[in-house]
């Protein structure tokens, strides 16, 4: 993670590995239910099987897609933040505020850009990150879910590298 002045937040490994066993146990429950469930099943029960199923397929294509994503998924250094979706580093003169923030299992990381910054382009934000841009009125904000991130090891990378033109925001508790 942390590497001098340079901090890197990876993908978790882990993380996948139990997103693919979760997605084939719901497959497998429901396969079971349908064709070894003794008693069988009745007709009222059939969907819920079925919906396990369907469930479970959704949450596969997405383990799967996860698994091919970059490793690296944010870079904090003295240059400023390098995020994976990002077409560039944003450089700290462009940012004007930082705020942690987690909402049940999401940790986030939201960034104000500065008036004067560059242009800065995102490719297909997360709908989690664009409501959580909505919501706390910030331009970018960074999901680091599925990453090996802590929220205490990401601050304590925040304050030893940013400069003090950068505020970040404290913890609301």
Known sequence: ???G??????????MVVFQFGVAIMLIGAGIYALAWQQPPLEAGQLPYAWLAIAAGAIALVVAWRRAFQPAVMLVIDRNGLTW????????WAEIERISLDSYRATFFLHVKLAPASGDVDTSGPHPLETFGSLV???DLSFRLTGSDARRDRVRAALERVMPGTVTLKPDPW
């Open 1 to 3: 993670m942390s590497e």
């Open 5 to 14: 002045d340079r901090f890197v937040v990876r993908r978790s490994i882990g």
């Open 84 to 91: 994976w979706k990002v077409n560039r580093t944003i450089r």
């Open 136 to 138: 706390t009125g910030n």
